[in-house]
């Protein structure tokens, strides 16, 4: 496997550029996720490391080779596609077996190749079959099979799950984060899909129009986010962003109420100052009998079992979302008090920026 190096890639069609100055290091075996909102540069940026798209600017290095002027064809890259892109008159032998040939590779090592392959995504019964006669989760396998045969350097996915329902995408999610366990390879995956990405990735890379936002740790994303892009991106339901003002004292004022809510640590900020206040829905707890909160009516409740989901408004501000372990009583109508837990507030600047202690 390898590791790869991008330095300042840009990527402009005639005037418009669409990824600026992307610097970024992937570690041998990593599992590295780009995630984004559609049109954000993701697939773009995939397919310059994968050779399909040229840089306008910068260089790509993998494992101390720069082949940023190289073809897709001498970097040592497989990639899996969004479509699965079998060929429907190919047994899923061939499918696998068939790059192997062209590599002019013996017949016994393309047999022992494709039989691995196949073990590991338990396609051994249905290598005589043709696509047509498989599921979709199945047709996804042997995509990947096809790329795995080829002993790649580097695995590429842009977005393979996208084409599967929502039971096979949770299937095929665990099967390839079990693959990667098992192989150890370097792989960049692309999704829409925070979820995904936060349950596959040792590294997540958010972007936006083209600007890396943020790398780290699915956890570290969540937790510590630098600002209220990555914030709202992150996390599902997203986190609750208030409008709000420095009060001073380690307070800010909420709402159109200007509800006091206390941020457990002093800032910086003149009194008055515009900012935003971030809280996740499980961080919210509802006040007891006589205790003071932020007031919210409840427009509509979810009812999962195990958990439940307050969906409600408040004067001055947006939607607000509550989660709640096991189930509730209360319904649409319902007048409740939030409070929210200190140690778990986020606080952002006019600017966007996250306002932290380490981040002075």
Known sequence: MAELTLSGITKSFGATTVIH??????????????VGPSGCGKSTLLRIIAGLEEVTTGSIVIDGADVTGRPASERGLAMVFQSYALYPHMSVYKNMAFALENMGLKAPEIDARVRRAATMLRLTDYLERKPKALSGGQRQRVAIGRAIVRDPKIFLFDEP???????????????LAGLHAELGGTMIYVTHDQVEAMTLADRIVVLQSGRIEQIGTPLEL????????VAGFIGSPRMNLLPARAAGQGTVAVGETG????????????????????????HIALAGEGEAGLAMTVDLVERLGGESYLYGSAPG????????????????????????????????????????????
């Open 259 to 282: 509800q006091v809510v206390e941020l457990g640590r002093e800032t910086a900020l003149a009194a008055g100052a515009s900012v935003t206040l971030g809280i996740r829905p499980e």
């Open 161 to 175: 799950l996208s084409n599967l329902d929502a039971e096979l995408r949770v299937a095929t999610r665990k099967e």
């Open 21 to 34: 100055a992307v610097d970024l290091h992937v570690a041998d075996g990593e599992f590295v996720v780009f």
């Open 317 to 360: 501000l947006p939607q607000i979302t509550v989660r709640l372990d096991g189930q509730t009583s209360h319904g649409r109508g319902d007048h409740v008090a939030l409070r929210f837990q200190p140690a778990h507030l986020h606080l952002f600047d006019a600017a966007g920026k996250a306002l932290r202690p380490d981040r002075a």
């Open 222 to 229: 969540y937790n510590r986010p630098d600002n209220l892009f």
